[in-house]
């Protein structure tokens, strides 16, 4: 199964680009500002692999950063729903980011594969797009109308809000989100 990942951030202030008509003069999104009072982080960050066989996204939130403890805890979830369907293999299509290259990730997709192979399941095949190159990777696109789909004008979301909206649009579950090891 050929399918291609990345990592977004959603913000609960930042504005996308959007461009409508408007009878009266221009009206322009603003960013909005935090509240000093809302603990609530400002941003969360989401792993995601569009399939190509059906177009569906698989979608995990992160608690915490993308780092290489959390790039494998998504593949690990990600290998077992396709076994689940039945698929023997991933072809992956990603950039270079940091947790993408790190040694801790390559040695964890080799001893995957290893055991995949030993024992049956989805062994992982990774083809890193150039440096410097998102328009390759099929899931940009996607996370930009995902942003211009669920902002909301008048008030910052709410985390919860923001994760409701996401898994609404991409029509997939809302699982609890991975969380980053500390320590």
């Not at 960013?31 to 399939?51: I, N």
């Not at 996204?57 to 039945?86: H, I, N, Y």
């Not at 990603?94 to 062994?123: C, F, T, Y």
């Not at 190159?133 to 669920?150: F, M, Q, T, Y």
Request: charged residues 25%; glycine residues 6%.
């Amino acid at each position: 199964m050929l399918g291609f990942q990345d990592e977004v951030w959603w913000s609960r202030f930042a504005r996308p680009s959007l461009n409508a008509w408007s009878e009266g003069p221009a009206l322009r999104l603003q960013q909005l500002s935090a509240d000093p009072q809302d603990a609530e982080p400002k941003a969360l960050s989401c792993y995601g692999l569009l399939r190509a066989d059906t177009g569906q996204m698989l979608l995990r939130f992160v608690k915490g950063r993308p780092v290489s403890q959390v790039t494998e805890d998504f593949l690990a979830w990600v290998c077992e729903r396709l076994a689940s369907e039945g698929k023997k293999a991933l072809l992956m299509i990603w950039d270079n980011a940091s947790w993408h290259v790190s040694h801790r990730v390559r040695a964890w997709i080799g001893a995957h594969n290893r055991r995949a192979k030993a024992e049956g399941g989805v062994r992982i095949v990774t083809c890193r797009l150039p440096s410097k190159s998102p328009w390759l990777n099929r899931i940009e696109p996607c996370w930009v109308h995902g942003k211009r789909a669920i902002h909301e004008p008048e008030r910052p979301l709410m985390i919860a809000e923001v994760m409701e909206r996401v898994c609404t649009y991409y029509g997939c579950e809302q699982l609890p989100p991975l969380e980053q090891d500390v320590g």
